[in-house]
């Protein structure tokens, strides 16, 4: 997808639904959340293409994701009968389809376990670089950081991760 | 000597330019402790990178997104308007230069193919 020009909701859809999922589940360990912000991401993206002005659609799109995520967290912090984010481990528990997601599920289940031990913003950064595959320029335009403490969110990020797992 | 701290994350990551990569290649080469937490960071993105890419279940993705687009092509449209049009009967082929209509038998010829009744020549009272 170039950046001198606007994709249609179908493509924004095509393309980065299923990174923005991952994204989601990976921040989570849920999959109902990951649905959920799915769902809503794709509705903010479908109001907010008519004022879209062609710049970085990837910096544009994964701030839209990570709002809607910090807006969703923010909503489940006022109404604490609803688990927070890193208090459900569920992991794949509630997690729809075919036996082979499942299974993959199962796998990386470790590694999930050890992402979501990890404070939220580095636990941000180590999944937009490593799951989504953004850039740090880009992922320093989603967040709202200079690139110097995406790296060092990165870098400290795997540095604990690697102490989980030992 | 300065270790290299998040510096070897932006080496693996492809994030360093040409001479910030040169001198971290260089100080890697001396310095028996990043190249330690080089592999301890290595071994951490090489888990997340290997995180399976989830689908996302049926029906989280709008169905009509999976389905072709119709274009309508000039034949395409072509075709529809024939189509509609023969199914009005609005489609006249070309006759003889001074070739006269005579309406009353063609609508009745039509009524006798569409009804399919011979015995419309008696409706219209040919019978002899």
Redesign the interface.
Known sequence: MTDDSTPSWEEVARHHGRKIYNFAYRLTGNADDAHDLVQEVLLRVRRGLSSYTPTSFDGWLWRITRNAFLDEVRRRNRRPTMPLPEDDRGIGAAAPGPEEVLASIRLGEDVQRALLDLPYDFREAVVLCDVVGLSYEEIAGAVGIPVGTVRSRIHRGRKMLKERLG | MNHL??????LL?G?LGGTERGEAERHLAECEACRL?LS??E???G????????????G???T??RRRRWVLSPAWITTVAVAVALAFGLVVGPGEPGEAFEMDTLNEQHIARVVGDPGIATFRGDSP
Do not use: K, T
């Open positions: 701290g998040d510096v070897l994350s932006a990551d994030e937490e301890l960071i071994s951490a993105r888990v997340v990178r290997a995180l399976p890419s989830l689908e996302p279940p049926p989280l993705l709008p009509r997104l």
